[in-house]
């Protein structure tokens, strides 16, 4: 049990490098976004995340893996310690931004009608930048996120 308690610790406090490495992994994990039906051309497109990244039209999709990675390795750069609470709550509400501008982008090219949706990629990035984004907050606000997730569990457990 205790080991258990120990892994949930290291991951409450670490809750932005998680989410960081989840946006990274998902933009590998199926597609991204998906032609919605009704859409005429852009029905059959499908954008998986290492095409976004490495795509040379889209420059916002080479920023979800460069956001993730310098939320990553912030706190190791020296002079970027003062400024890591911020941009580890900064740079999630970036990356929510680009994710909806590129899925405009993308439905905006040469098709007439047509509309993008998330995929299972775009959905993973999403639960991942969420973890990031409560991590930043906790770090630039200074708060524990442990301590709050076992006020909640407790006040539960009381209710019961």
């Known amino acids: ?68 990675a310098v939320i990553l390795i912030v706190g190791r750069i020296q002079s970027l310690k003062q400024y890591e609470g911020l941009l580890k709550f900064g740079l999630p509400i970036v990356t929510v931004i680009f994710l909806f501008v590129l899925k405009g982008q993308l439905a905006d090219t040469g098709n007439v009608g047509g509309a993008a949706s998330f995929a299972t990629g775009a959905w993973i990035f999403l639960v991942g930048n ?21 006020e909640i569990t407790k006040g539960k457990k009381g209710s019961k």
């Open 1 to 68: 049990m205790k080991n258990k308690n120990e892994f949930l610790t290291k991951a409450l406090h670490n809750l932005d490098v998680v989410g960081a490495i989840i946006m990274i992994v998902s933009l590998f994990v199926g597609n991204f976004y998906a032609g919605d039906p009704g859409g005429g051309y852009m029905y059959s497109i499908s954008y998986p995340g290492y095409k976004l990244i490495f795509n040379s039209d889209y420059l916002l999709g080479t920023l979800f893996i460069v956001i993730p």
């Open 130 to 150: 969420v973890l990031a984004l409560i991590g930043g907050a906790a770090s630039f606000f200074k708060f524990d996120v442990e301590e709050k997730v076992n």
